[in-house]
Each structure stands twice: as C-alpha cells, then as structure tokens.
C-alpha cells in the first residue's frame, strides 16, 4: 500500500479540469492507499487573499472536495494550516534548501513575471513548503500534473539530501503517482492552453445550468471544415476533448462523423455538450450546496482529519528533531 499525498490550493473553485485532471484518479486511490488529501491554505496566501475572503475560500473548496466523492473515512482530509508541524518542518528543510535552485525554479520565474508586486519570500520557497507536506507524511506517492513535476523533483532531492547531510536513511523519495492511460488534461473554453482557474475559461462545478449553457455556447470554434476528414482546429479538438469525458460515445461519434463530413454545426455541438455537462455536474453542486450548510459535518471532518493528520506529522517531526540534534535537558 501507497502513501499518497495532494494538496490543493484554496484559491478559487473547482472547474472539470481538477475532476477529470485529478479527482475522478482521487476517487480510486482513496479506496487502495493510505492518502491524505489537504486544502493548501499556506500555500493560498501567497498571493494574498484578504481575511474576509479565507475562511469562506477553504470551506468551499473542502465542501466541493466531498462533493465529487472525496471520504473522509478513506483518506485523510484535512485542512493545511490545521497541521502546524508542517511549518516547524518547512522551517527545517528551509536550511538546507539554497536559494541559487529556488531562484530557478519555473513557477517562480512565472510569479516574478505575473505579480511582480507581490515577489514574496513565500513564493521563492514555495516550493519547500510543498515538500514539507509530502515528506511530513513519509509519502511515496504524489499524483502530480505536469505543472508541479519540477516541484516534486524538489520534494526529492530535499528528502534525499537531508538523507545525506545526516546520513540517514529516513525520508523516502517520493515518486509521481502514474495515472497511466487515465490522465486527462481538460482544455480551457477559449480555444487554447488547459482549464485553469486564473484563465477565465473554465466550468466549474458550482456553476449553475445556466451560466454553464451560457459559457459553452461561447466556447472559440472555427469557420468549420470544407474537406473531408480535414484536421481539426485546436478550439474545435478542445470541445471533443470535454465531450469525451461527459458525454456518451455515441454521441462523440455522432459529432465526430458530422465533421468528417463537413455537416457539422458547432451550435448543435455546443448545446449537446453544455446538456451533458450540466448533467454531470448538476448533482455535484447540489452536494456542494447541502455540504456547506451542514456546518456540524464540516468541523467534524475537519477536526477528525486534522487529528489524523497531525499524530503522523508529529511522529515525523519528533524524530527529525532528534535526528538533526536536539534533545531534551
Ligand atoms: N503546489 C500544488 C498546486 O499548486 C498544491 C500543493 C501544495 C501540493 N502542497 C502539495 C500538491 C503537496 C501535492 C502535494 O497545485
């Protein structure tokens, strides 16, 4: 059995690009490992969010977590910032991290070019932080996009160099958790790039039918295509790449022979796609909505996970305490 952790950041709400990027594979690996699945709400606050805004940020993305299927009696869910040994732990590896690799690190390079106001400390060792997440519960597995490989390859060599330096043989290297065949990348709306939550091009799973009806009709497309069995356009291969994963296969046949044969209309397209999503996702926002105003249910999974959590994050941090020299009077 794995150990396999993932954490999300509460920094917006969750879009069909996170469930079929990483959810729906959450769903399965929660019933074969030990997982530990946690809100990153340090990690949030490196871009900012005001206080009014926090608590109401975490709360849903943990009530959309459980919506989609994520068990709290399987895994362990829980809260970042409920787990303080991770930043007793962060500050540890934070010695033996140099800033010469964090300064090079692509998603810090990206930050320095985004925000260039808000170049925090935090953002350059973001990435310890995440390692510290990971190595605190000994993991083996992180089910990782192609975004965050660079920064699991730094959970690595943080772990194997702490191994070094005190020549122990503590921190496992934790390896990608491979989806195989299963791994999905959603595409935005707009015609290119991936779903995501800054691009303003996604469906999330709390939009109502009609905002959903409304952004896909809107979606980019094309001209249409005027030979038969030409290549499709990118905006267009986008849409069948969501049509695959909510609609039935007939119904992607359906469309694909229509623009095999130049009789497609995108229109049609659009509003069969916009029908299977809401159909997909309708059930999900009802959970959403019902697990948010079950306040009892929330702390409780909170409290429970948070336990969990931190009676191995503890263990981890006690004996790395001892490891790196300090002991008791
Ligand atoms: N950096 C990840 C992201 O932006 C979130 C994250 C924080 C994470 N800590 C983690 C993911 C630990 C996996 C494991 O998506």
Do not use: W
């Not at 959810?23 to 699945?37: A, G």
């Not at 190595?135 to 160099?161: C, S, W, Y």
């Not at 999330?204 to 030979?227: C, H, N, Y």
């Amino acid at each position: 059995m794995d150990t396999v952790v993932s954490g999300i950041r509460s920094t917006g709400n969750l879009h069909l690009g996170n469930y079929f990027g990483a959810i729906k594979n959450f769903l399965r690996m929660q019933k074969e490992n030990n997982c530990y699945f946690f809100i990153a709400d340090y990690h949030a606050l490196t871009t900012h969010p005001k206080p009014a805004d926090l608590h109401g940020n975490i709360k849903q993305v943990l009530a959309e977590y459980l919506a989609c299927g994520i068990d709290p009696d399987a895994a362990t869910v829980f809260i970042q910032s409920d787990v303080p040994e991770v930043s007793e732990l962060y500050l540890l590896l934070n010695m033996n991290a140099y800033v010469g690799e964090l300064e090079r690190t692509a998603s810090f390079k990206e930050k320095i070019r985004k925000q260039p106001d808000n170049i925090n400390a935090a953002l350059l060792t973001y990435p310890v932080l995440m390692a510290a997440d990971i190595i605190i519960h000994k993991a083996n597995k992180v089910p990782v996009g192609k975004d965050q490989e660079q920064h699991l390859e730094m959970t690595r060599k943080f772990a194997r160099r702490f191994n070094m330096m005190y020549e122990v043989n503590y921190f496992p290297e934790p390896d990608a958790y491979n989806f195989g065949q299963q791994l999905v990348k959603i595409p935005g709306l707009d015609g290119s790039g991936k779903m995501g939550k800054s691009e303003g091009n996604g469906i999330f799973l709390s939009d109502t039918p009609q905002e959903i009806k409304k952004k896909v009709m809107r979606a980019v497309t094309d001209t249409g295509p005027t030979t038969p069995g030409q290549e499709l356009s990118e905006p267009v291969k986008n849409l069948f790449t969501i049509m695959n994963v909510v609609s039935d296969q007939d119904t992607v046949k359906f469309f694909a022979d229509k623009y095999a044969s130049c009789e497609i209309r995108y229109g049609d397209m659009k509003k069969q796609l916009a029908e299977d999503i809401i159909k997909f996702t309708e059930p999900i926002r009802i959970r959403i909505n019902d697990i948010l105003s079950d306040n009892k249910y929330l702390s409780k999974v909170v409290a429970e996970g948070a336990e969990k959590a931190r009676a191995s994050a503890s263990k981890t941090v006690r004996e790395v305490r001892e490891i790196i020299g300090y002991r008791p009077f």
